[in-house]
C-alpha cells in the first residue's frame, strides 16, 4: 500500500514514521521543493520515545507536483489555518480516495462539509511530536489514536489495515470534542506559561487553571462529562509530559497558532447556547494580545 502525507511538520514526519515501521510505502507531499529534496537525499530521521535514533526512506514530492491517484488514501496533516489552502486538491480527488485529517480543533469538521460525497475521514493524536529540521522529528510521547468517518462510507479496509493501533469511533463530532477539550486545556496553558505539557501536573496554579477550564467547558457542553475525564486531561499530559504543545511551538515559532480553531470554535458554540466560557476567552485575549505585540497575525 502506498499512502501520501500532505505536510511534512510534527505530526506529517511522525506519521511517516508509524507508517515506515509498519511496512508501509509511504510519500511526504511538502510546501517546499527544498524540503522534498531534503527527505528524498538524507531520508527521514527519527528520534524514538526511548531516545533511539533511526532512518528511512522515504518518497517526497511537492504538493502541486504530487499525482494523488497513486496512493490508497491521503493524510491532511497542515495547521488549521492552511486548510483553506487545500480545498481546490480535495475538490479534484476521487471521490473514493480516503482522506483523513489529523487536526486539532474542530474547522475541519465545517471543511468536510464542503465534500459531502467524498470519502473523508477524521483521526485524533494523542502523540506528541517536534520537528527539529527538515527531515527530522522526536517522538514526545504516546497516547491513543481515534478514527472516526466524516461520512456513512465507514473507515476502509486499507486505513483498518495499516497496523496503526487506533480506537474506531461512530460520532466524528464526539471525537473532535472531545481533543479540542484537551487541546483547550493544555494547548493554551503551555503557550501562554511557556511550559512543556509535564509541568501542568508540577505546578499547582497551572493545574487548577486546566482544570478551571475543564469545568467550564464541562458546564457548557454537559457532554464532556460522558467523553472525557480531568483525570484523563492529566494522564495526556503525563503521558507527553516532555512535549511542547503544538500551540506552544508555533508561539515560539513566531507563526500564527490554532487558537481559533480550538478555543475560537468553543465560544462561537457556547454563545450559540446562549452561554459563556470567560475563562477560556481570557486566555484567548492574552495569547492575541501576545502574538500582535510579536507582530504575528492569526490567519484562521
Ligand atoms: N505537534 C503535535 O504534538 C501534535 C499536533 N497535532 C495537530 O496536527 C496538526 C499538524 O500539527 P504539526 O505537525 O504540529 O504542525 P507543523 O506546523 O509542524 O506542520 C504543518 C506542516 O504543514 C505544512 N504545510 C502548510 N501548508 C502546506 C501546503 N499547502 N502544502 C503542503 N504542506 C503544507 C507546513 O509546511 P512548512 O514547514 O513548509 O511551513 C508544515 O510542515 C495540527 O492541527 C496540530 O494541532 C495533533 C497532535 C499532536
Ligand atoms: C496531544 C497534544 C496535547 C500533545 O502535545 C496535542 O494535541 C498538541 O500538542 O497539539
Known sequence: ??????????????LAYILKENGTNVEIMTRTAQQAKVLRKEG?????????????????IPLENADW????????????????QLSSYVAKASKKLPIIFTQNGLSHFTFAQQ?????????????????????????????????????????????????????EEKNPWEMLLRKVTLNACINLVTALLKMPNGALLENASANRLM??????????FPEIKRLLTFTEVEALCEKT????????????????????????????????????????????????AEQMEKGVTTND
Open 211 to 220: 482544570k478551571q477550564l475543564y469545568e467550564e467547558l464541562e458546564a457548557v
Open 241 to 288: 509530559s516532555r512535549n511542547t504543545s503544538s500551540m506552544l511551538q508555533d508561539v515560539m515559532a513566531n507563526r500564527p497558532t490554532e487558537v481559533d480553531a480550538i478555543a475560537g470554535e468553543l465560544v462561537r458554540l457556547a454563545k450559540e447556547k446562549g452561554k459563556s466560557l470567560p475563562t477560556l476567552q481570557t486566555l484567548v485575549l492574552l495569547l492575541e
Open 1 to 14: 500500500m502506498r499512502f501520501g502525507i500532505i505536510g511534512g511538520g510534527s505530526i506529517g514526519l511522525l
Open 44 to 60: 527521514l530521521h527519527v528520534v524514538s520515545i526511548e531516545g533511539e535514533k533511526k532512518s528511512y526512506d522515504v518518497g517526497a
Open 69 to 84: 491517484n497513486v496512493y490508497d488514501g491521503v493524510f491532511i496533516t497542515v495547521k488549521s489555518y492552511d486548510l483553506s
Open 115 to 167: 465534500f459531502p460525497d467524498h470519502f473523508l475521514i477524521a483521526m485524533t493524536i494523542e502523540h506528541g511530536a517536534i520537528r527539529k529540521s527538515l527531515h527530522t522529528v522526536e517522538h514526545k510521547g504516546e497516547g491513543s489514536i481515534r478514527i472516526a468517518s466524516f461520512t456513512k462510507k465507514g473507515i476502509p479496509d486499507s486505513v483498518k489495515q495499516l497496523g496503526i493501533s487506533f480506537q
